[in-house]
């Protein structure tokens, strides 16, 4: 089979595609891990904290307002009595969609028997209120009611929730070694990529380029009367080997026959002709190279956008609560693209509170607290609160040192403390609301 110069030039374009498309795909793939790691925080982990929190509330709330109605005997308490039941109900409900772990399972069947024997003590001393009696705080069914209380409120905030923090950091944990996997991978696949193109490049210029050289010191030396010169190619079966043949024969029959003035302008048209012949081919596989060096820049662009968006993620928690974790050091290119991120993903999503998690930030200088205060003053203005979370030591007292006032800014020191935080303000004013 002839390997021709454009078959040469196709393969290099193809072995080159074919390196960028196997990088993006084992990056995509890299992604697809990070992806489940966040859908496991988002889907799984957090919806099973936040309805173990809301359980917990319900049956405070049902105990206090148990009390409060055999205090008083008022209607109103017999119905958050009945509101907050509902409420537990729904909540635990959630619970069991998204317990992921066979002990969370064990966990949520407890706290439902002892939920049943909480309420069902409760309905006893109401009954009692409602029959006049009155003397309820000294019999042994309110002394039962109080131990399952306390009992529930261990295994809720004890048992449950530590669990579920547990569970939280380890999936956590899964997310960031995938993002770093990524990094790494883009860091190495992306050298390699370009090395590799510049490599293939120069390697089909030569092969263009050598061949072209003889031709023209053939020309020039057949110019010059030296009928003797005869061009040898080492490229292989190819284009420029037919054109060497050609030339080597026209350099034959020169110095075979007699030169006359006819002959020397038509061999002078002859050569002229494939001098014609040759550029044409040089600029055609000179459109060739610009095709491929075109693709190469479009393919750098398409990873250069990627490892971008994956300096700062944006991540959802819930359609109010918004998550954008730093890591690494905050430039003045990167800040502006977290004021940007942040300020649009507000908007986007329509967030009513963002959390913005520092843990991966090494240090604190002026970049990271301007970066920190104009992100805090933009979402405010566009109606949100920002919580700051994830704040080390070191970077505490370098904040201290700068002199930074985050009085009016709201922090936590874990990311699952903002998460709480959060949760609990958007109760609070929907509460409130209504």
Do not use: C, W
């Not at 409060?68 to 069991?96: C, H, I, M, P, S």
């Not at 969370?104 to 069947?109: A, Y």
């Not at 993002?179 to 293939?200: D, E, K, M, Q, T």
């Not at 010191?217 to 420029?240: M, P, V, W």
């Amino acid at each position: 089979m002839r390997f021709t110069i454009t078959a040469r030039i196709a393969l290099g374009v193809a072995v080159i595609l074919f390196i960028g498309i196997v990088s993006m795909m084992v990056i995509f793939n890299a992604l697809t891990t990070v992806r489940k790691s966040l859908a496991e925080i988002t889907d799984v982990e957090e919806p099973t904290s936040a309805a173990a929190y809301e359980m917990e509330i319900n049956m405070i709330g049902t105990g206090l307002a148990t009390v409060n109605y055999l205090n008083t005997g008022e209607a109103r308490f017999r119905q958050r009595v009945e509101k907050d039941r509902a409420d537990f109900n729904k909540f635990k409900a959630q619970y069991d969609r998204a317990a992921g772990t066979q002990k969370e399972k064990e966990l949520g069947d407890r706290i439902a028997v002892l939920y049943q024997e909480f309420t069902a003590a409760g309905d006893v001393l109401i009954k009692k209120r409602d029959g006049g009696e009155t003397a309820l705080f000294t019999t042994g069914e309110f002394e039962r009611f109080i131990a399952l209380r306390y009992e529930m409120d261990n295994v809720l905030d004890e048992e449950i929730q530590t669990l579920t923090r547990n569970d939280l950091n380890a999936s956590l944990k899964r997310a960031d070694q995938a993002y770093s996997h990524v990094v790494r991978l883009i860091a190495i696949l992306l050298p390699l990529f370009i090395i590799f193109s510049i490599g293939a490049s120069l390697l089909m210029v030569r092969t263009i380029t050598k061949p072209v050289k003889n031709l023209m010191k053939g020309t020039e030396a057949i110019g010059q009367g030296d009928l003797d010169y005869r061009i040898t190619h080492q490229g292989g079966d190819d284009e420029f080997a037919d054109l060497a043949v050609k030339f080597n024969q026209m350099a034959a029959q020169l110095e075979t026959t007699t030169v006359s003035a006819e002959r020397l302008e038509a061999s002078e048209n002859r050569l002229q002709k494939a001098n014609a012949d040759l550029s044409l081919e040089i600029e055609q596989r000179q459109s060739a190279e610009e095709e491929r060096a075109r693709l190469q820049e479009e393919i750098i662009s398409m990873q250069a956008a990627l490892l971008e968006e994956l300096s700062t993620p944006l991540i959802p928690l819930s359609h109010e609560i918004v998550l954008l974790p730093l890591v690494g050091t905050v430039d003045s290119a990167r800040a502006a693209q977290v004021l940007d991120t942040l300020s649009k993903g507000v908007v986007t999503r329509k967030a009513r509170v963002a959390i913005v998690d520092i843990t991966g930030v090494p240090t604190a200088d002026t970049h990271v607290t301007s970066t920190l205060m104009r992100a805090a003053q933009a979402v405010r203005l566009l109606g949100a609160e920002v919580v700051l979370t994830g704040i080390r030591p070191r970077v505490a007292q370098a904040f201290v040192g700068l002199g930074v006032d985050f009085s009016n800014l709201v922090t936590r020191s874990t990311l699952q403390g903002g998460i709480a935080y959060a949760s609990e303000h958007l109760r609070q004013a929907e509460t409130i609301a209504v």
